[in-house]
């Protein structure tokens, strides 16, 4: 068993998920993307939270170049594309997410952005099946499976873990300010990744730099020694109705 299904294999005895983690890699020059095994291409221009879609559903292996991407503000936070003036005065959210230009371009300096150029295509995949070295796995999960891997963070390091967001631009919390800080971030699902790439209501996502992914396993496995798991074990106890029902049913015989 190679390494990265190993690990597919120990978050998902942690966790239960319900589709595949997702190995992402950014990619300084786009014919990288020809080494890689299994590589589907997008026939047609998309939006780079489908390819995690694909990735997460469908167990496939998807590259998506600067060229191929539709969304223009994963283009800027990933530095596809030089930021410009009409992103950087707030017109992608004025009306849309900002009642005012000042307050929109208050989001728009607040959204993380990986430098121009450094990078130029994205790779993604299911986790137990890709051949290539990841920068971040990226879990989709519900409240719980997303505390636990919170709490396998915190096993060694203690404190508590803050997120930042504006509930817009999944690629820039979970991509662009993981790389850019090198650390653990939770993000809610945008809209785009609703809408185009089937996030439920339900779901957080994690986004956790392959450095410390052993650590979060590691804290999850003693977490869980500890009691504390996913499913969250319920409490057996005497249901006081049936109690109270039995009574009057044993009363109405005697009569």
């Known amino acids: 068993m190679g390494r990265y299904e190993k690990l597919d294999n120990q978050l ?13 890699k ?7 993307l020809d080494n890689i095994k299994f590589l589907k291409k997008p026939e047609v221009k998309i939006v780079i939270c489908q390819i995690f ?4 559903y469908y167990g496939w292996t998807m590259g998506c170049s600067k060229e191929d991407n539709l969304c223009p503000l994963a283009n800027i936070s990933l530095g596809f594309e030089e930021s410009h003036k009409l992103f950087e005065e707030g017109a992608f959210f004025v009306g849309r997410y900002n009642e005012t230009k000042e307050a929109a371009k208050k989001t ?59 509930c817009d631009g999944v ?7 993981a790389l850019l800080t090198n650390d653990l971030q939770i993000a809610f699902p945008c809209l785009g990744d609703r809408r185009y ?12 730099p392959i450095g410390m992914i052993d650590e979060i396993i590691k804290g999850m496995e003693e977490t869980h020694k500890g009691g504390t798991r996913y499913p969250i074990p319920y409490q057996i106890s005497t249901p006081e109705f049936f ?8 009363k109405a015989k005697k009569n």
Not at 116 to 130: P, V
Request: glycine share 6%.
């Open 12 to 24: 998902n005895k942690y966790l239960r998920l319900a589709t595949f983690p997702v190995a992402v």
């Open 53 to 56: 879609s694909f990735a997460r």
């Open 108 to 166: 728009t300096e607040a959204i993380p952005k990986i430098p121009f150029g450094k990078y130029e295509a994205i790779l993604s995949g299911a986790l137990h099946r890709i051949d290539f070295e990841p920068d971040l796995i990226l879990i989709w999960g519900n409240s719980a499976q997303i505390m636990r891997i919170i709490q396998g963070y915190l096993w060694k390091k203690g404190g508590r873990i803050s997120m930042s967001t504006f």
């Open 26 to 32: 950014l990619l300084e020059d786009p014919k990288e």
């Open 171 to 177: 690629c820039a919390d979970t991509i662009a300010n």
């Open 243 to 250: 109690v109270k029902l039995k009574k009057q049913l044993d």
């Open 197 to 208: 790439g089937n996030a439920t209501d339900n779901d957080l996502i994690a986004s956790i």
